[in-house]
């Protein structure tokens, strides 16, 4: 009898990885019934993050609230609170890009973020989580700050935004939770970095992008602490990583080996035989702070055999791994995003009678 543990990432725009893991789970169980199977959707900090970590935690308790939405219109945003009262946070659900009738990089906000600790905190939160991942702003976290008490200054037509932002007085900001603020962050990108490398994925143009430089810079130059925009992770969601380090006082962890941490994975590779791993475009990107590369390096470390089942790849190799891609066995590579699961479900009974 083989110890197996299924750890995938969602396969983003096709499934959750909930679906994809149990999709693998029944493949492997219909050849291999008497195997051990840990099942453990994984995340990175990005969408999906709540899902994994509540399939994890039987005892969380899901809240649903509405918050500022990164247009200025109210949205329902759910977040998790845990059996040790940490609040588990998704800036996507908040401030995310799909949340947005159409980019606005300079304009789109952070407040529903600020909102929802504020009322975690309220609800008796002692730790607040928050998964980074997916977001429409590039406004440093200034939203967020504000709605929980700090003044922003601004020279500039922008109601909202970090363009035009004069100084930040914090004197009204509310405590953070007695435990802190952990940001969950899938990049090492520093702040400086969050214009150019982020921004014209919400919608920056040149132009746009030079003028949130400029703004960084003398955000950068008014804030209480001079170094947080050096630190790795500190241009993640636009910069809110930056925001809420530098006047919350918040920390910054990978997001992937936080999550597979706090749900399991990594004390269950201690045993395992064999662990699968997957998502639904696997590149050389892949192995830089993402799921996929974060399951690889734990299982190198434990000296555990993987096997990495995808929808599709470029050319990048997981040394002694073996790769199946769906758009390999599936008639299409539509019908692979269409129907993923008789797919996997398929790849991964061929593994398990390769086993």
């Known amino acids: 009898m083989a110890n197996v543990v299924i750890a995938p990432d969602s396969f983003k725009g096709s499934r959750s990885?909930?679906?994809?893991?149990?999709?693998i789970a029944t493949g492997w169980r219909t050849v291999r019934?008497?195997?051990?199977?840990?099942?453990?959707?994984?995340?990175?900090?990005?969408?999906?993050?709540?899902?994994?970590?509540?399939?994890?935690t039987p005892q969380a308790t899901w809240h649903h609230d509405s918050v500022t939405g990164p247009e200025g219109s109210p949205v329902e945003a759910s977040w998790l609170m845990l059996p040790d009262q940490t609040a588990v946070l998704e800036l996507a659900q908040t401030?995310?890009?799909?949340?947005?009738?159409?980019?606005?990089?300079?304009?789109?906000?952070?407040?529903?973020?600020?909102?929802?600790?504020?009322?975690?905190?309220?609800?008796?939160?002692?730790?607040?989580?928050?998964?980074?991942g997916g977001s429409a702003t590039t406004d440093a976290g200034l939203g967020a700050v504000e709605a929980l008490g700090a003044t922003v200054s601004k020279s500039d037509a922008h109601p909202t935004g970090a363009i035009g932002v004069t100084g930040v007085d914090t004197s009204g900001l509310h405590q953070p939770p007695v435990r802190g603020i952990t940001l969950l962050s899938d990049t090492t990108a520093v702040m400086?970095?969050?214009?150019?490398?982020?921004?014209?994925?919400?919608?920056?143009?040149?132009?746009?992008?030079r003028g949130l430089e400029e703004a960084f810079s003398l955000l950068v130059a008014h804030s209480p602490q001079h170094s947080t925009h050096l630190t790795p992770g500190s241009g993640a969601a636009g910069a809110t990583a930056w925001g809420l380090m530098t006047f919350l006082g918040a920390t910054i962890q990978d997001g992937a080996a936080f999550v597979a941490d706090l749900i399991g994975v990594t004390e269950a590779l201690k045993s395992a035989d064999l662990v699968i791993t997957g998502e639904g475009k696997f590149d050389h990107t892949?192995?830089?702070?993402?799921?996929?590369?974060?399951?690889?390096?734990?299982?190198?470390?434990?000296?555990?055999?993987?096997?990495?089942?995808?929808?599709?790849?470029?050319?990048?190799?997981?040394?002694?791994?073996?790769?199946?891609?769906?758009?390999?066995?599936a008639p299409s590579t539509e019908e692979a995003i269409r129907n993923p699961e008789t797919h996997l479900i398929s790849a991964a009974a061929q593994l398990a009678r390769g086993y």
């Open 17 to 23: 990885a909930i679906r994809v893991a149990e999709a």
């Open 33 to 56: 019934p008497s195997d051990h199977l840990s099942v453990l959707p994984m995340a990175d900090g990005g969408e999906g993050t709540l899902d994994a970590i509540a399939y994890a």
């Open 95 to 132: 401030s995310g890009l799909p949340l947005m009738s159409a980019p606005d990089p300079l304009n789109a906000t952070t407040k529903g973020l600020g909102e929802l600790i504020a009322i975690a905190i309220n609800r008796g939160a002692t730790g607040v989580m928050i998964g980074l």
């Open 192 to 209: 400086f970095d969050a214009p150019s490398v982020f921004g014209p994925q919400k919608g920056a143009t040149p132009d746009d992008v």
């Open 286 to 329: 892949s192995l830089r702070g993402k799921v996929v590369g974060h399951i690889y390096g734990l299982a190198s470390a434990t000296h555990t055999r993987g096997a990495l089942l995808v929808g599709t790849s470029d050319d990048t190799v997981l040394e002694g791994w073996s790769i199946s891609r769906l758009v390999d066995s």
